[in-house]
């Protein structure tokens, strides 16, 4: 039965997704974050959802006559650099055949965001893809929380099998950078039912990724809830739900669950935090001897033997920052690190820029919050390995699509105010456009008789 609703629900979006392709990355990243064909036992395990949306949507690109531009930022810039130089070491990879499978999957995954860049360009599509992210998400997180306070935190929540949040430590990761997203969208509903429902979303999410039991997720919330206060306008709020899910989490987790998460502090004792180490230094001395690392899935045991402090303790490296050194070498890192930091830079400025502009001002907010979720991976993900997880780069895209649409609105006012420009500040935006109640998603024309600036 499960795989009969799948199946009908994905094909009953092609006929819209040919008339409106934007819709195409919606259900994309529907397939790719909820992943509901692996919770069935049947035919739709093994269907190629994904591939028959993808290919849907890039016919229904091809018949729009939207026009389609990449938005050439500098985030895009320093994502595509990042993709051509993992190019590069697949090419020169250790394992070719294993490099050039793992490429494969990446590469899917990059051509998609793109793709997306292209076609979420208005703040109505930004925000159903925000929906669409959190809502999939959410799924695990409510079901996960409720399965967390019904058996008393005995039991690790786990995700779907056979997807990037199989893990328990994968989804605790998933599972945090969706709690700011949650309470953004809260924030912004209107909806007398809608609004608690979603808050209730945000608490349940929070003890499900707690209720993983995993390490690194409870480092990320740790790290994420300190940056979440203090960007959050409304700082009691926070608190109070930070308060609540605490209280939660000391009624319900068992001694267990403690003693486990105390081993943090005694890593040193602990044999699966020192063989992490191992494989850090492991990397680190592979990326010293070899310019392009040694490509996608280089983690195995032949260079455990030649670059590992202990040869005969190989397992996988659990951390984004030394995955990315290993696999593409220092110039790897350094192009995965340069796009984290513009990220961060584009989205205070888009932050700024919308603070107090009426219609759009939730963008503001959005983009403090796609900032604490960001937190949260790049602290979880020093003890994960996910650095090519979709997530992050779907962060990626909402602040370029964000930045875009401020520079559209700003050019918008800018025609209107040609005769007499408002000055500018210091993040970019004209105070004139700071002041702006009305929607400004695509440029206005310029008023009769007025010459636009060049």
């Keep these: 039965m499960r795989d009969i609703a799948v199946t009908l629900a994905v094909f009953g979006t092609l006929p819209f997704i040919l008339r409106r392709p934007w819709i195409g990355i919606l259900v994309w990243t529907w397939l790719g974050f909820m992943n509901p064909h692996r919770m069935a036992w049947g035919f739709s395990m093994s269907m190629p959802f994904a591939q028959i949306v993808a290919i849907t949507t890039f016919v229904g690109m091809m018949l729009s006559s939207e026009p389609k531009r990449i938005p050439w930022e500098r985030e895009t810039k320093v994502l595509l650099a990042f993709v051509a130089w993992m190019t590069v070491t697949t090419i020169f990879a250790v394992y070719p055949s294993l490099a050039w499978e793992q490429f494969e999957k990446v590469i899917k995954i990059q051509l998609m965001i793109i793709v997306a860049m292209v076609l979420i360009n208005t703040p109505e599509r930004l925000k159903a893809l925000v929906w669409t992210i959190a809502l999939s998400l959410a799924f695990y997180g409510v079901k996960g929380g409720i399965f967390t306070i019904m058996k008393g935190g005995v039991h690790r929540v786990q995700g779907p099998p056979g997807t ?67 960007k959050a306008r409304h700082k009691f709020l926070v608190l109070l739900l930070g308060v609540f899910a605490i209280l939660m989490v000391w009624a319900i987790m068992p001694e267990a669950w403690y003693q486990r998460m105390a081993t943090i502090n005694t890593y040193q004792e602990d044999a699966s935090a020192m063989g992490r180490i191992n494989a850090w230094w492991m990397a680190f001395n592979l990326a010293c001897d070899r310019l392009f690392g040694g490509g996608f899935e280089t983690f195995r045991y032949e260079m455990f033997h030649l670059y590992a402090p202990d040869p005969t303790d190989a397992r996988d490296v659990h951390s984004i920052y030394f995955e990315v050194l290993g696999e593409h070498g220092f110039v790897g890192l350094f192009l995965f690190l340069l796009l984290a930091v513009f990220t961060w830079r584009s989205a205070s400025i888009v932050r700024r820029a919308f603070k107090d502009h009426g219609t759009l001002e939730w963008m503001s907010e959005l983009m403090a919050m796609v900032q604490v979720s960001l937190v949260a991976y790049l602290a979880a993900g020093a003890f994960l390995g996910m650095a090519y997880f979709d997530y992050y780069y779907n962060l990626i895209l909402i602040v370029v699509v964000a930045r875009v649409i401020m520079r559209e609105a700003e050019a918008g006012v800018r025609q209107r105010a040609a005769v007499a420009p408002a000055p500018v500040d210091a993040s970019g935006m004209s105070e004139r456009f700071r002041r702006q109640p009305e929607r400004h998603s695509v440029p206005a024309r310029a008023p009769a008789g007025s010459v636009p600036r060049s």
């Design 164 to 230: 990037f949040i199989e893990g328990n430590n994968e989804l605790g990761l998933a599972l945090a950078m969706t709690v700011p997203l949650l309470y953004f969208l809260a924030r912004g509903s209107t909806h007398r039912w809608i609004r608690p429902a979603v808050y209730a979303a945000t608490v349940l999410t929070a003890l499900a990724a707690i209720g993983t039991q995993s390490r690194g997720a409870l480092v990320g919330m740790a790290v994420m809830g300190t940056v979440f206060w203090l």
